[in-house]
Structure formats: structure tokens, C-alpha cells
């Protein structure tokens, strides 16, 4: 695999909702990316689904809450969304967003997290930094883990 498509998969894995940073890091590193290259380019590509996502909401949105399946869908994710976030948004304000995003577990990304903060109202602003800062902090949570990850392979296999 050529360094170019690496990349270009790395993107697609760090700004696909369901993979993010969890997924883009990881397969850069495994291709032979040098993590010192593999974290910024992956974050950078993840902060990008902010603005992505607030775009949406704020053009297409409200098009597609025409169409029933839309609607149900959304306001299913909204919800869920809207309870994860509102106590610590509450207690917390922006930097609330940003821990929420900060934690790289499944569904606790950009995307969610600028949805969350659309939804309770937080400005464009506020969500974007609030946003970039916790894809910086889970971006370094999930390179430390894959390098630790990487040593402690090293520690119980022995090379032949």
C-alpha cells in the first residue's frame, strides 16, 4: 500500500463518524506511519467533521427532517446526544463538550459532541474550540494507547 492511500484511508477512518481517531490512528501506525505524523494528520481530518457537521445541521437539516425516516432517526440520535451531554454542559459549559469529546469511546466523538452542542445551543464558535480541544486530548489517549499497545506486543512476543 503506497503512503498516498494510506493517508487518504486514514482520513476516511478519522472523519467517518463511527471510527474517528479510534480507527485513523491505529491503521496509520499499523501501515507504517510514524505517530508523530499519524496524530496530527488524523486530528486535523477529525476536527474537520465539526464544521462538516454544523453545516449540515444548519443547511440539509432541515430538507431531510421532511422524510419520516430522517426525522425518527435524528431525533432518536438528538436524544441520546442531548442525555449524554447536558449535565456536564450544564456543570461545565464548553470545556463540557470538550471532555465529552476528549474520552474516545464510541459515540463520544466530533460528531456527537457538535451535535450535542447544536442541540442544547451552544454557538458556533464555542463548539468549534470546544471540539478541536477534545479531538487534540483523545487523539493523544489513543496514540499513547497504540504505542503502549505496540511495546507491550513486543514485551510478550519474541522476534524469531
Do not use: Q
Not at 470545556?95 to 445551543?121: D, E, N, R, S
Not at 464555542?126 to 507491550?152: H, N
Amino acid at each position: 500500500m503506497t503512503t498516498l492511500t494510506v493517508l487518504l484511508w486514514t482520513a476516511f477512518l478519522s472523519f467517518l463518524p463511527i471510527s474517528e481517531l479510534r480507527g485513523g490512528i491505529p491503521f496509520a501506525v499499523a501501515k507504517g506511519i510514524p505517530w508523530y505524523w499519524a496524530y496530527p494528520f488524523a486530528a486535523g481530518i477529525n476536527i474537520l467533521a465539526a464544521p462538516a457537521c454544523w453545516l449540515f445541521l444548519s443547511t440539509l437539516h432541515r430538507f431531510f427532517l421532511k422524510m419520516a425516516w430522517y426525522e425518527g432517526l435524528f431525533r432518536r440520535l438528538v436524544e441520546r446526544a442531548r442525555a449524554k451531554l447536558k449535565k456536564g454542559v450544564e456543570a461545565w459549559g464548553w470545556l463540557g463538550i470538550a471532555a465529552f469529546v476528549a474520552v474516545p469511546l464510541p459515540m463520544t466523538g466530533a460528531w456527537t459532541g457538535t451535535l450535542g452542542a447544536w442541540v442544547l445551543g451552544m454557538g458556533k464558535g464555542r463548539t468549534m474550540a470546544a471540539v478541536a480541544l477534545g479531538v487534540l486530548a483523545a487523539g493523544a489517549v489513543v496514540t499513547a494507547v497504540v504505542l503502549l499497545g505496540i511495546r507491550s506486543l513486543h514485551f510478550f512476543v519474541k522476534e524469531i
